[in-house]
T-cell receptor
Framework: GAVVSQHPSRVICKSGTSVKIECRSL??????MFWYRQFPKQSLMLMAT?????????EQGVEKDKFLINHASLTLSTLTVTSAHPEDSSFYIC?????????????FGDGTRLSIL | QQQVKQSPQSLIVQKGGISIINCAYE??????FPWYQQFPGKGPALLIA?????SEKKEGRFTISFNKSAKQFSLHIMDSQPGDSATYFC??????????FGTGTRLAVRP
C-alpha cells in the first residue's frame, strides 16, 4: 500500500529553536499534502494544506509565519516550526493524497513528537 | 455543519465480541466516509471507507453501515481481538474539500 514517511519521529529541543519536519510520499506522487496537529487523547486538527508548487493554505488560527510549509516536489513537503516554544509541543502528523482522482484516500505518516523544553 | 459527531468516547469489549462505533454528520455534501485506526505514537491508518451510494461495506472483520437518510454511519468490528485495541476515528469529506474527523473512540478489547 501507499507509504508516507515522516522524519524525524521525535525531536526534543530548547525553546527558541526552529525545527523542520519532513514528509515524503515513497511510492506515489502527491499533489496535496496535509499537516495536522494532535494533542493527547484528542482528534487531529488540520493546520494547513500544502499543494506542490504553490503556497500552502492555512486553517483559521494557524500562524503562517510560525509554521512554515514548503512543498517543493510531488514527493516532499516540509513543516518548519520557527522559534518553537513549550506551547508548540505536540504530535505533528502529515498525510498525502495521490496525484489523480478526487476523494483519493489520505495516507498518513507516523507523526513527529515535538517536545520543546 | 462541518462537524462529525462520534460516540462513544471509549469502549471496552471482551475478546470475541462486537465493537460498534457510531458517527453522525450534518453536511449533505459529504460523499466519502473513511475510518482510521490509530495506535499510540503512530499516525492514523486507513481501515475502510464507504461512499453514500451503498449502505454497507465489509472487509474482513470490519464493516461500515451507512444510513444516508439519517446521516449516520457506523463501524462494526466482529470477533474483536486484543490487537484491535486502538483509537478509531471516523471522518467525512466532500469533493475537493478537506477531511473532517470525528473526536475518536478509544477501544480496549479485554482478553
Amino acid at each position: 500500500g501507499a507509504v508516507v514517511s515522516q522524519h524525524p519521529s521525535r525531536v526534543i529541543c530548547k525553546s527558541g529553536t526552529s525545527v523542520k519536519i519532513e514528509c515524503r510520499s515513497l511510492d506515489f506522487q502527491a499533489t496535496t499534502m496535509f499537516w495536522y496537529r494532535q494533542f493527547p487523547k484528542q482528534s487531529l486538527m488540520l493546520m494547513a494544506t500544502s499543494n506542490e508548487g504553490s503556497k500552502a493554505t492555512y486553517e483559521q488560527g494557524v500562524e503562517k509565519d510560525k509554521f512554515l510549509i514548503n512543498h517543493a516536489s510531488l514527493t516532499l513537503s516540509t513543516l518548519t516550526v520557527t522559534s518553537a516554544h513549550p506551547e508548540d509541543s505536540s504530535f505533528y502528523i502529515c498525510s498525502a493524497s495521490s496525484l489523480t482522482g478526487d476523494n483519493q484516500p489520505q495516507h498518513f505518516g507516523d507523526g513527529t513528537r515535538l517536545s520543546i523544553l | 455543519q462541518q462537524q462529525v459527531k462520534q460516540s462513544p468516547q471509549s469502549l471496552i469489549v471482551q475478546k470475541g465480541g462486537i465493537s460498534i462505533i457510531n458517527c453522525a454528520y450534518e453536511n449533505t455534501a459529504f460523499d466519502y466516509f473513511p475510518w482510521y485506526q490509530q495506535f499510540p505514537g503512530k499516525g492514523p491508518a486507513l481501515l475502510i471507507a464507504i461512499r453514500p451510494d451503498v449502505s454497507e461495506k465489509k472487509e474482513g472483520r470490519f464493516t461500515i453501515s451507512f444510513n444516508k437518510s439519517a446521516k449516520q454511519f457506523s463501524l462494526h468490528i466482529m470477533d474483536s481481538q486484543p490487537g484491535d485495541s486502538a483509537t478509531y476515528f471516523c471522518a467525512a469529506k466532500s469533493s475537493g474539500d478537506k477531511l473532517t474527523f470525528g473526536t475518536g473512540t478509544r477501544l480496549a478489547v479485554r482478553p
